[in-house]
């Protein structure tokens, strides 16, 4: 199957399971899962989840519990701006600076209570939590197709925020472990950990991560659309 394929069935079964969780439908977004907080916890079980400072986080719903987490344990939480459309192109949430983390980790909440910064004024990030619908024990992840996630790492990478040996994880449902290997491109970001309510899989690392923004995958109306791209564009 395709990528498409692949996420119309996982989305499927997520609805078809009654595994899926608010907002409704799954379908065309990173699907919100019963579990999402057993497997935020198992997440923070992790030794390199606990030694990072700074970590840059997705905006989803099932990531919710993941974000939280990380404030309560007094880390620096990074999430990108909806479709990097503003120069200062991340939300930086500061625990010390934040009393509602409950407010603080929606996506209202973080435009509300979070400082927009540029890759300038960022810290180096030690830990990337992305949402996925579909992914594999090998560390290949499917996300809902418009690929900002991968951008969004490919230009951690091309300012030397991220490099080659930053800690990338999901949390997912055992639904949306699918078996391997996935459709890969050479933009996309592989996991070092897949987490699930159930279990945590430290992935096989066949998949090589980018070493930065491939120019060439990105056509001239979305590089018109990003300001931080039409920046640093050769």
């Known amino acids: 199957m395709d990528k498409q394929e692949l996420r119309e069935r996982t989305w499927d079964g997520l609805e078809e399971s009654g595994d899926a969780r608010f907002p409704f439908p799954p379908h065309g977004r ?6 999402a907080d057993e497997a935020a916890a198992r997440l923070a079980e992790l030794d390199v989840w606990q030694a990072a400072d700074a970590v840059k986080a997705n905006p989803d719903s099932p990531q919710r519990p993941v974000r939280r987490r990380a404030l309560e344990a007094g880390k ?9 459309r503003d120069e200062k192109c991340f939300l930086e949430l500061d625990p010390d600076c934040i009393d509602d983390y409950d407010t603080a980790t929606t996506i209202s909440g973080s435009s509300e209570l979070g400082v927009q910064v540029g890759p300038d004024e960022m810290e180096c990030i030690d830990f990337i939590v992305s949402g996925s619908v579909v992914v594999d024990d090998r560390g290949a992840r499917i996300g809902k197709g418009e690929g900002y996630s991968d951008l969004e790492f490919a230009l951690l990478r091309e300012v030397g925020l991220v490099d080659a040996s930053t800690a990338v994880a999901t949390t997912v ?10 459709p ?3 933009h996309d970001v592989p996991m070092d950990y897949v987490v699930t309510p159930e279990r945590t899989v430290e992935t096989t690392g066949e998949n090589v991560r980018p070493a930065g923004i491939d120019w060439e995958t990105l056509d001239e109306e979305k590089i018109a659309e990003i300001p931080v791209l039409r920046e640093r564009r050769p």
Do not use: C, K, W
């Open 173 to 182: 449902h055992e639904i949306q472990v699918a078996d391997g290997p996935l």
């Open 184 to 186: 890969t491109s050479a």
């Open 76 to 84: 620096t939480v990074y999430m990108a701006v909806p479709r990097l």
């Open 30 to 35: 990173i699907p919100n899962f019963a579990g």
